[in-house]
């Protein structure tokens, strides 16, 4: 079994910033890749950056240049950075993961973006 914990959401002002940690636990062997995911109430999940196990990112257009995911291989825990947050940024925020035994997801963690 795995599990995803994150943790660093809150309510922030827009053009604030917040860092999201989301650390791993249990029998994973080996981490293949690692990925962050946001969803709005009424709306899809959709993927807002992902890292694989080589260190190669991607991002979604609408956050390019504001956020930056990285990982910590020897804590099994993976990051994102916030920078310059809008509004539309809000939602509940799911860490990812793919691993050798399977993929996993985390229970999210709340961002809110608001004046």
């Known amino acids: 079994q795995v599990q995803l914990v994150e943790s660093g959401g809150g309510l922030v002002q827009p053009g604030g910033s917040l860092r999201l940690s989301c650390a791993a636990s249990?029998?994973?062997?080996?981490?293949?890749?690692m990925g962050w995911y946001r969803q709005a109430p009424g709306k899809q999940r959709e993927m807002v950056a992902s890292?694989?196990?080589?260190?190669?990112?991607d991002y979604a257009d609408s956050v390019k240049g504001r956020f930056t995911i990285s990982r910590d291989n020897a804590k099994n825990t993976v990051f994102l950075q916030m920078n310059s947050l809008k509004p539309e940024d809000t939602g509940v925020y799911y860490c990812?993961?793919?691993?050798?035994?399977?993929?996993?997801w985390g229970q999210g963690t709340q961002v809110t973006v608001s004046s």
């Open positions: 249990g029998t994973i062997f080996s981490i293949y890749a």
């Open positions: 990812s993961g793919r691993f050798s035994i399977g993929a996993y």
């Open positions: 890292i694989s196990s080589g260190g190669s990112t």
